[in-house]
């Protein structure tokens, strides 16, 4: 079978490296003991794509929603316009993207079916399986009488969602019943005989499926809601249960509704019910599937037959090229078995090499042949890992190997993004070559996969937590308490073993950085000094910031912002990443001299830039400063001396940064709490003036003169400027972020967001360090609605702006939130992000989406910049607005999380600049009545909705009674 990809280079990147789609379809196959497994040819444009049905015969194109030169409905129709019954299936990153190209819910013309596609492989696995078992079911079923499981669903959203979940329940039952000890025929016909899974997304064909296969019907699984003669019906699913209970009484059935209610229509007909927002699905359907349902490695043999070892890969090939008896090597080298079995592995150059090899070239002696192989699949395999993923082999592993594994699960989005931004680098040797005076790395990483998480909540029973209000603290506790998987830790201290240096434990969710739905910031990271002489207790210790990573899945933050999004918290899996960290030593502290965010979209661009052009946020020390929106210093890479926001001495006494985190290196492994920063000093930059990077990166105010000199060699104040980076390019950082956000953005097909550290050093010797840290995607919505703004409309407006983020023409809005600006005192702001919280609360239990107004930064950590809200504070807003006020000074912070989960949902976000024309006149606030009032706080709600209008080709906005 042949499938034809269609995507970005990004999206075929991560079905491939992520999660070795070709290597699992290998696996699947032969596990089953089934020939021919698919072959995927990747494709980026329409072009290519109708060019390569023209030149070979496919059984399948899937394309994503994201297509070079064409959408993907219009690629459909021409796919079926050469070939009417080849199928093409949309992967979509949302059900919202699904659902733009389903217009009233019709199935348009040049699709056959849509799937949601978060990362996860196993629902491309199942989708193959599917369309598979569409092909064999008629021989299977009258040859072998093969069992048919029926399942009804017309929701992409839930078909990607249950499809993976139903054929990981029938493989892991037929792998059990080979377990059982049956004789070599029985075993083979047991893995052939696997049920098939046939999908309907109507009654009538539904109905057709069922009387064809009657007698091999093995279950019906049905939505509840589907359509019925063409259109769409609230009970077909029920109608459907009844007429197959009637006809055959013995054949389980699963109804599946996300209404509560017809769990009891479910018991009349009867039949099993699932809630569909049930946190505990996952289970619910395992419970059904178990109460209701009843390539092969390279064995090494010796002359005579016996085999005496095994290898699944190159890397096991190689250990035990150098440990079986050098017969059983000649045996085999002289029968090409190598060869024939790395060209089975498609390793098409390294067997090509090693077949024409014979022991007439080693002068017959086998312990050079023996050399020979083995250095050349070693050399084979180190070149593979550039880029690419390596699964952690505890007896043998390199330390200094840039991404290691231990698990067969996910990575999770941050990672992938990591290995992908590993991958350009190998492709672009010329960025290096450019900057050849700068180290520029990624640093080396070891990810522990979602099984291990999923091992973890399993054997601890934790999952049940995912289904209550539990505090967060009282959570990681329990997570705390619970015992670790001893494969994973019998892994981590092989490596902690070998590995000294600083290291940050950081969260990989396997949504986390993922396009349209990227859950930015709201997991944690731990940062360890990694200095306890004892490895066993520093493995303990990045144990328990694993364990406070998993807990944190459960977390009220992530919690709410999963129910913002549509997304089940049963279903996010958590990958952790254990990551060298970037910077140096001084005395007792540990810091990089750089951190910061770049974003290839300016959202907020000003002068002569434009939003193409990206712009960077970057501070002195630990990037804690940039990402959760403190005192930072924002920049064009474009400009870099285009810094408004400095352009006198008073504006730089008043924006430059004052304090800085790094890492206290402690010699200890002090237990660990739900507080991230068990381990950061919050230093003032005037501790720290003779540490190096302090020194370079500082000016100095010389008060008499009332004026600052580049330079922190002479008596006065010293004032991080950074301007031996942006002014002097003592270091090239504006034209490195030039050139990744360039690559970063071509290379993923949409705008991205990039963490990074730089290490400057002393030692003339020594090369400064660049380290990519992260990369993703990030959402400059372009959404397809015009929206136009006139000037009548901004003289009638009680709000206006011109730096809105977003694209919107909304009329519903009723309800609003508001910080009082008579009772406004900065010194209070925790206090008011509690009093929103709790109307918030009021909100989403009422599902009432608000106009958020109030002074300073949105979601900063640092309290005097803005109110400090988390999600779970605003989880229903709607709109936020940013106001001035005379007690604050913040610039808008596009490098925090809090920022990119904005964009990435698609809330709207309005910052009143009265210096941009903007203003904003909310005295009439005061005269409504309060539905609920505090000391900082109240909450109107209005007769009749307001209007708002956010243009975001010119990022205006205006708000209009």
């Not at 970005?8 to 497994?37: C, F, K």
């Not at 056959?112 to 193959?128: E, H, K």
């Not at 900057?435 to 601890?460: A, K, R, Y």
């Not at 604050?888 to 009265?914: C, D, K, R, W």
Request: hydrophobic residues 35%.
């Amino acid at each position: 079978r042949e499938i034809l990809l269609v995507s970005t280079p990004y999206d075929a990147w991560i079905m491939e490296e992520d999660v070795r789609l070709s290597e699992r379809l290998i696996h699947e196959y032969r596990g089953l003991n089934l020939s021919n497994p698919p072959r995927l040819t990747w494709v980026s444009s329409v072009e290519e794509a109708l060019k390569a049905l023209e030149d070979k015969n496919f059984d399948m194109v899937i394309t994503m929603p994201s297509v070079v030169d064409m959408d993907c409905v219009s690629l459909g129709t021409r796919v079926k316009k050469k070939n009417p019954d080849l199928p093409v299936i949309l992967f979509a990153h949302s059900a919202v993207t699904a659902a733009n190209f389903y217009p009233g819910h019709t199935k348009p013309a040049g699709i056959d079916r849509a799937f949601i596609w978060s990362g996860n492989t196993d629902i491309l696995v199942a989708l193959i399986k599917g369309a598979e078992d569409r092909l064999n079911v008629d021989y299977d079923t009258s040859s072998a009488g093969i069992r048919v499981l029926l399942f009804v669903e017309d929701s992409p959203q839930y078909l990607s969602s249950l499809l993976p979940i139903f054929y990981r329940e029938l493989v892991s039952q037929t792998q059990a019943v080979m377990e059982e000890g049956l004789n070599e025929e029985h075993r083979l016909l047991t893995m052939r005989a696997r049920p098939k899974i046939l999908i309907a997304d109507n009654y009538e064909d539904a109905v057709n499926i069922y009387e064809k296969y009657k007698p091999y019907i093995l279950g019906v699984i049905s939505d509840v809601r589907f359509p019925k003669s063409g259109k769409p019906c609230p009970d077909s699913g029920i109608e459907l249960l009844k007429k197959i209970k009637t006809d055959r009484w013995d054949i389980p059935l699963l109804l599946m509704s996300s209404e509560p209610s017809n769990a009891d229509k479910a018991t009349l007909i009867p039949s099993y019910f699932v809630d569909k927002n049930s946190l505990t699905l996952h289970a619910d359907v395992h419970a059904f599937f178990m109460d209701h349902l009843g390539f092969g490695d390279f064995v090494f043999r010796m002359p005579d037959g016996k085999e005496i070892s095994r290898a699944t890969n190159l890397r096991t090939l190689e250990y035990e090229m150098n440990k079986i008896p050098i017969e059983s090597l000649t045996f085999h080298a002289n029968r090409n078995d190598f060869s024939r079995w790395l060209f089975a592995r498609t390793e098409t150059i390294l067997a090509s090499k090693l077949r024409p090899a014979s022991a007439e070239d080693f002068s017959y002696d086998p312990y050079e042949m023996r050399k020979f192989l083995v250095s050349n699949i070693h050399v084979r395999r180190r070149r593979r890992q550039k880029g690419v993923i390596v699964n952690f082999d505890a007896h043998d592993f390199d330390p200094d190997t840039e991404f290691f594994k231990i698990g067969n699960g996910s990575v999770g989005g941050k990672a992938r993004g990591l290995a992908f931004a590993s991958d350009l680098l190998r492709h672009h040797s010329e960025m290096m070559q450019e900057f050849s005076d700068v180290n520029i790395i990624i640093p080396n990483s070891l990810v522990i996969t979602t099984d291990g998480f999923e091992t973890f909540i399993h054997d601890n029973h934790l999952l049940k937590i995912a289904d209550t209000d539990m505090p967060d603290e009282e959570i990681a506790q329990k997570f705390l308490q619970a015992k670790f998987p001893k494969w994973i830790r019998d892994d981590l201290e092989a490596y902690l073993h070998d590995i000294h240096y600083p290291i940050a434990v950081r969260s990989s969710s396997l949504l986390e950085d993922a396009q349209f739905r990227a859950y930015a910031g709201l997991y944690r990271t731990y940062m360890l000094p990694n200095d306890c002489p004892s490895y066993v207790q520093r493995t303990e210790h990045v144990i328990n910031a694993i364990k406070l990573i998993y807990a944190s899945t459960y977390f009220k933050g992530p919690k709410s912002f999963s129910q913002r999004v549509g997304h089940r918290t049963e279903e996010e899996k958590m990958a952790v990443i254990i990551q060298s960290m970037v910077g140096d030593t001084y005395g007792e502290h540990f810091y990089p001299a750089v951190s910061g965010v770049a974003q290839s979209h300016n959202y907020y661009p000003f002068s002569h830039m434009k939003p193409e052009e990206g712009i960077a946020t970057i501070a002195l020390g630990l990037g804690k400063m940039v990402v959760e929106g403190e005192k930072t210093l924002r920049f064009s890479p474009k400009y870099p001396q285009l810094l408004p926001q400095r352009s006198t001495v008073e504006d730089i006494l008043e924006n430059s940064q004052r304090y800085f985190y790094s890492l206290k290196l402690e010699k200890t492994c002090s237990m660990l709490s739900i507080n991230d920063t068990s381990h950061l000093d919050k230093r003032e930059i005037s501790d720290a003036e003779k540490e190096y990077p302090v020194s370079f990166l500082s000016s100095t105010y010389i008060p008499n003169e009332h004026r600052i000199r580049d330079t922190s060699h002479v008596p006065g104040h010293r004032v991080i400027t950074f301007s031996q980076i942006l002014k002097y390019n003592s270091f090239p950082l504006p034209d490195i972020l030039n050139e990744f956000l360039t690559i970063g953005q071509k290379g993923m097909g949409c705008p991205v967001e990039l963490e990074f550290s730089v290490n400057l050093s002393q030692n003339q010797d020594t090369q400064p360090t660049f380290a990519l840290l992260q990369l993703r995607p990030m959402t400059a919505r372009a959404d397809l609605e015009v929206v136009d703004i006139s000037n009548e409309e901004i003289e009638k407006a009680f709000c206006y702006s011109s730096n809105a983020l977003g694209n919107a023409h909304k009329g519903n809005i009723t309800d609003i939130i508001y910080v009082k600006p008579d009772t406004f005192d900065p010194a209070k702001t925790i206090e008011i992000a509690r009093e929103i919280g709790e109307m918030n609360k009021y909100l989403a239990r009422k599902d009432r989406k608000y106009l958020l107004i109030g002074p300073g930064r949105w979601g900063s950590a640092d309290r005097w910049l803005g109110i400090p809200v988390d999600w779970a504070d605003i989880c229903n807003v709607d709109i936020i607005t940013e106001t001035e006020s005379a007690r604050l000074n913040a610039e808008p912070s596009q490098g925090s999380h809090f920022f990119h989960n904005i964009t990435t949902m698609g809330i709207n976000y309005i910052s009143v600049s009265e210096k941009d024309g903007g203003f904003f006149k909310g005295d009439w606030l005061t005269s409504l009545p309060a539905k609920n009032e505090s000391a900082h706080v109240r909450y109107v709600a209005l007769d009749k909705p307001i209007t708002i209008k956010v243009d975001g080709r010119t990022s205006r906005c205006v708000m209009m009674r």
